[in-house]
């Protein structure tokens, strides 16, 4: 079965920010994010485990395959700190530039580890954005899945933070086609 994203729900923080500024830098917008996530066939192959497992698996390489399309270079490594061995899920960077984006695409109750993790990068000044990507309905992925983290408690979190921290929240809807 191929789940197709309908739609992109996003939100912005701080209040103000320009995340096309800054994903202009490497070669994107958002538009073009929300294109190519839309653009993706997402197919549900191994019906052993559960599809927003292969559904994050199969958004990190659209949106790796997205960035090193434009010229971003994928970043391995610690990332977040010198600190940390975390790595996000995707992070880029530009030549010459120290900073990065770093990219969580969560469909696991991890949602709040991952919005630490850019708090805790833009402290140390690798963080250019931040972008969370999670479900707008959990149903519409994996009804039998209700621990999934979902956009309107996600932006709610965020808002609540009312942090200077750049981040991104993107909401993905979207249906099964047989």
Not at 150 to 163: F, M, N, Q
């Amino acid at each position: 079965m191929t789940f197709k994203i309908s739609n992109v729900e996003h939100y912005v923080s701080p209040s103000g920010l320009n995340v096309d500024e800054i994903l202009n830098a490497y070669g994107s917008s958002l538009t073009d994010m929300k294109k190519t996530m839309m653009d993706a066939e997402l197919v549900h192959r191994n019906r052993t485990k559960g599809f927003q497992i292969e559904l994050a698996e199969q958004l990190k390489s659209v949106l790796e395959r997205h960035f090193r399309g434009l010229g971003g270079q994928l970043y391995s490594g610690s990332g977040y700190s010198p600190a940390m061995r975390e790595t996000a899920d995707v992070a880029v960077s530009r030549r010459g530039y120290s900073k990065k984006i770093f990219i969580e695409i969560e469909f696991r109750p991890n949602e709040h580890k991952d919005i630490v993790k850019f708090l805790i990068a833009y402290r140390n000044g690798s963080l250019d954005l931040g972008i969370l990507i999670v479900a707008k309905d959990w149903e519409k992925i994996n009804p039998t899945y209700h621990t999934m983290p979902i956009y309107d408690k996600c932006k709610l979190i965020i808002t609540e933070l009312r942090d200077e921290c750049p981040m991104l929240l993107m909401g993905l809807d979207g249906q099964w086609l047989e």
